[in-house]
């Protein structure tokens, strides 16, 4: 049997998930594959790419220089190293199952097996875009969505701000098949793999991807106003995005908020009603908080 081809590892650690669209592309070295995975609770957050030749340390480390620059942030170490020869598709295969949350059956595209009955099926392949279902904001923000919909809200019309995986944009057109979904994301590589993923679940025709970035693009701007909203971000950006947030839903609708560590929530909630929002319901679940929001008269 012929022996897999070592592979080199090229890593740094960034502040926060924010900074991910900056450097993927500066360890992107000879068609790496790059992965993205929180640390310290998510707190800070480890880039990965893994290529099959031995990368040019100097080269990487001035892209990564060159990335830093343009993210404001001071340069991360490289670690960049060879590991042993392994079967790396049976390895993630076998450390990316199905999950199931609430009425969602969450599968990779490796999975043999079917939907149980009565569950919703979103097939996912994550990439480095945010977005599986395991991690607690995501799976926050799927039970919310799921509780509105046990609500009886009439979703015409649905935005999944910062949609990383288009997981969210996805659920949302599984919970209302007649709405009128719009994703978007300011990272080129997760508007990708949200495209590859909504094709994927047959819902092209629902959902439309788009990168831009927040509330002010044309894309956004053409389906306003939104009956609900979802954004699984982090706390500072959502704070910012609050007026405009507001001023993207109809009256009566809802935000879904989360990418929230529980001791932000309070500050992110604050700033909500200071738009006009109220508070509906909160899910805390690890250290993540997901809040759902209502807009007032």
Not at 169 to 176: D, E, G, T, V
Not at 204 to 218: H, K, L, M, T
């Given at each position: 049997?012929?022996?897999?081809?070592?592979?080199?590892?090229?890593?740094?650690?960034?502040?926060?998930?924010?900074?991910?669209?900056?450097?993927?592309?500066?360890?992107?070295?000879?068609?790496?594959?790059?992965?993205?995975?929180?640390?310290?609770?998510?707190?800070?957050?480890s880039l990965t790419g893994y290529c099959a030749g031995e990368p040019d340390r100097t080269a990487v480390e001035t892209r990564v220089a060159i990335a830093a620059a343009s993210a404001a942030i001071d340069?991360?170490?490289?670690?960049?190293?060879?590991?042993?020869?392994?079967?790396?598709?049976?390895?993630?295969?076998?450390?990316?199952?199905?999950?199931?949350?609430?009425?969602?059956?969450?599968?990779?595209?490796?999975?043999?097996?079917?939907?149980?009955?009565?569950?919703?099926?979103?097939?996912?392949?994550?990439?480095?875009?945010?977005?599986?279902?395991?991690?607690?904001?995501?799976?926050?923000?799927?039970?919310?969505l799921e509780g509105l919909r046990n609500k009886e809200l009439n979703v015409e019309r649905g935005l999944d701000m910062g949609c990383g995986s288009a997981i969210?944009?996805?659920?949302?057109?599984?919970?209302?098949?007649s709405a009128t979904i719009v994703a978007?994301?300011?990272?080129?590589?997760?508007?990708?793999?949200?495209?590859?993923?909504?094709?994927?679940n047959g819902c092209?025709?629902?959902?439309?991807?788009?990168?831009?970035?927040?509330?002010?693009?044309?894309v956004v701007e053409a389906r306003t106003p939104y009956d609900l909203i979802a954004a699984n971000i982090l706390a500072r950006p959502l704070m910012d995005m609050a007026p405009d947030a507001a001023s993207s839903l109809t009256i009566g609708g809802h935000a879904i908020l989360s990418g929230i560590l529980s001791e932000q929530a309070t500050m992110v909630q604050d700033a909500y009603e200071r738009a006009g929002f109220a508070p509906s319901d909160r899910l805390d679940i690890g250290k993540w908080t997901t809040l759902v929001l209502t807009l007032g008269a």
């Open positions: 049997m012929t022996q897999p081809a070592p592979v080199w590892r090229i890593a740094i650690e960034l502040p926060d998930r924010s900074c991910i669209g900056s450097f993927d592309g500066a360890i992107d070295f000879d068609g790496a594959v790059v992965t993205a995975q929180e640390i310290e609770g998510g707190l800070r957050w340069p991360p170490a490289v670690t960049i190293e060879e590991i042993p020869a392994t079967d790396w598709v049976a390895d993630y295969q076998s450390r990316t199952q199905p999950v199931t949350i609430g009425g969602f059956f969450v599968f990779p595209s490796h999975y043999q097996g079917t939907v149980p009955e009565g569950l919703a099926g979103i097939k996912l392949d994550a990439g480095n875009a945010f977005g599986t279902g395991e991690h607690e904001s995501t799976f926050g923000c799927l039970v919310a969210l944009a996805i659920a949302m057109a599984r919970l209302w098949p978007v994301d300011n990272d080129p590589h997760s508007v990708r793999t949200a495209t590859e993923n909504v094709t994927d092209a025709g629902a959902v439309g991807v788009a990168e831009c970035e927040g509330y002010g693009s044309a």
